[in-house]
């Protein structure tokens, strides 16, 4: 979760990373078991489910657009970008 403050108030907060979970017909596929932010600021978050690590990073409006870009069409795979 990401968490707006007004002051020492939460005044919203919104999911950072998902997807693990699942619906309520599937079992969760993974289970975030802890994280550690780079000095680069980016995250290693550890899925003691999977037996994996994800980097979480950021990047540019412009930098988005060149990854997508490059990548091959690909019509029959379903593909989720969010901003």
């Known amino acids: 979760m990401t ?3 007004d002051g020492d108030r939460v005044v919203s907060d919104t999911p ?4 693990w979970i699942g619906t309520k017909e599937e079992r969760a596929w993974g289970r975030p078991a802890d994280l550690l932010e780079l000095a680069d600021g980016s995250l290693l978050v550890s899925d003691d489910r999977a037996h ?4 979480i990073y950021s990047l540019s409006r ?3 657009d060149r ?5 091959p069409a690909q ?3 379903p593909m989720e970008v969010r901003r």
């Open 52 to 55: 994996v690590l994800y980097r």
């Open 16 to 19: 950072f990373a998902t997807g």
């Open 3 to 5: 968490a707006t403050l």
């Open 75 to 77: 019509p029959d795979a």
């Open 62 to 64: 412009s930098d988005i």
């Open 67 to 71: 990854a997508l870009a490059e990548l």
